[in-house]
């Protein structure tokens, strides 16, 4: 009988935050690698073996896993990457490749999907590459039922010299994804007290991130949907069901924060969903992200009871002009309708703003601070434009400002691009006004004081992180226009 191969997956730190500040998103944030996760389960359950190193959650783990190659050397390490994160994962590969060069290194995420034959040209410890989705390219590599490389979906490789493309892209995704096992959560070290979602985004602990969809089907400018493309593929409701019951009873979760681009786009799904919540009884509260246009009134009153604490809207820009050159379907008088009904409905609010779009004034600037001012937000992010290799706007982003492709600062917090007509110290000024006058509000700050009996855990990380807390308010006092 022929055995199963191994694999190690990485998901690498990063060295990606402004130097001389605090990394305040990893004490902020810390969440799962959900798509190692999901293919350590897939290969799993296909007949192999996987591990995996998180080095977000737990940094400085070169010689852990150094020493887990030598004393047990898998056949394949699987390393995904975001573009902030790509430097990085190299750097492991190299050291891995040094105790091991048999070892076969894979890259895989949305920066390798973008640039493709690039990675591989410039960076030889990159054995193969997949494009697009991981479970089917991965699975057939460690299954070696293929007589050509070629015959492997989605993968760049090596044939002599030359780089080859086997095809397949977005053509070997995973239609049905309830086909798919449930994330292996249970392969991260420390899961699920480990992870921490955002600082007062949440009521209870434990609490993870869980993805139930796929894809998108609009078109913004800033945004990559090279991996995923543009259908939607989500699971049922009774999948979605069933894996919540597994958190909760498993691990004891008793909050789930949903990271799909458009939770509510099917509205049949989350209808059937929450009515499963419901009748579960089950307690358990949740999160998610909308497009203003996927919500209403009575969808929002069901998600509610089912246990929904918070929806966050994707605003980026208060000026109607600059909303129309960069996304689809804009119109700011129905967010700002969808933002009174949700509260309405007695759910919390976080709003999504950009600063610095190409095009971006002070105009448009002043617009979207009085904007966001305008609507009743319990909570904000404001992400610094970041032109990611994959999105419309990369190829010719130069045109619009002057670009610092430093793909290790590429994570939206620091300043990138600057667009025509600022200078980087302006819109870092601007930036941090836009979170200065949103902490203002005399509603904003007794609703965090409330926070100390809605989501007591927050209070004591904030507390417990009282110093870099502190240095973060002393950013967003610069000199008010």
Not at 152 to 169: E, H, K, M, Q, W
Not at 368 to 383: C, E, G, H, P
């Amino acid at each position: 009988m022929k055995t199963g191969k191994k694999i190690l997956f990485i998901h690498p730190l990063g060295v990606n935050w402004q130097p001389g500040k605090s990394d305040m998103a990893r004490i902020a944030n810390i969440m799962p690698p959900i798509g190692l996760c999901s293919l350590a389960a897939w290969v799993e359950q296909h007949g192999h073996q996987a591990s995996i190193y998180d080095c977000y959650a737990f940094p400085g783990q070169d010689d852990r896993i150094l020493d887990s190659v030598r004393r047990d050397p898998p056949d394949f390490v699987g390393i995904t990457t975001t573009t902030s994160s790509f430097k990085d994962g190299v750097r492991i590969a190299t050291l891995i490749r040094g105790i091991n060069p048999r070892i076969k290194i894979i890259f895989g995420g949305v920066h390798i999907t973008a640039f493709r034959e690039v990675l591989l040209r410039d960076y030889p410890i990159i054995d193969y590459a997949v494009v697009g989705e991981g479970e089917l390219p991965l699975l057939a590599l460690m299954d070696e039922k293929y007589t050509s490389l070629n015959e492997v979906p989605a993968l760049l490789y090596r044939d002599g010299g030359n780089i080859v493309f086997s095809g397949g892209g977005q053509h070997c995704q995973m239609e049905n994804l309830d086909e798919l096992p449930f994330p292996a959560y249970h392969k991260l070290e420390g899961f699920p007290k480990a992870y921490k979602l955002p600082i007062f985004n949440y009521p209870l602990t434990p609490n993870v991130s869980v993805v139930s969809s796929r894809g998108c089907p609009y078109s913004c400018s800033y945004c990559d949907r090279s991996v995923f493309g543009r259908g939607f593929r989500g699971n049922s409701a009774g999948y979605m069901f069933k894996l919540v019951e597994h958190l909760n009873k498993n691990y004891g979760v008793r909050h789930i924060n949903y990271y799909d681009d458009l939770f509510t786009l099917q509205r049949k799904r989350v209808v059937e969903f929450c009515n499963l919540l419901i009748e579960s009884r089950i307690g358990i509260t949740f999160n998610c992200a909308a497009r203003s246009e996927h919500v209403d009134m009575e969808m929002l009153t069901l998600m509610k009871k089912a246990g929904c604490w918070m929806i966050s809207l994707g605003i980026e820009t208060g000026d109607p002009e600059l909303l129309k050159k960069h996304r689809s379907n804009c119109d700011l008088e129905m967010i700002r309708e969808k933002v009174a009904l949700i509260h309405k409905a007695g759910i919390r609010v976080k709003g999504l703003f950009m600063i610095g779009l190409p095009g971006e004034t002070e105009a448009s600037i002043d617009k979207s601070i009085d904007y966001a001012m305008s609507l009743r937000l319990d909570d904000m992010n404001v992400a610094k434009f970041t032109p990611f290799p994959g999105s419309p706007l990369y190829a010719d982003i130069r045109k619009y400002g002057t670009f610092n492709e430093d793909w290790e600062l590429m994570n939206c917090t620091n300043v990138v691009f600057v667009a025509n007509g600022f200078t980087e110290e302006r819109l870092d000024e601007r930036f941090n006004e836009f979170y200065r006058r949103h902490f203002e509000r005399f509603y904003v700050l007794f609703d965090y004081v409330t926070m100390i009996w809605r989501s007591p855990d927050s209070w004591l990380r904030f507390l417990s992180n009282l110093t870099d807390f502190l240095k973060v308010t002393k950013w967003f006092e610069g000199k008010k226009k």
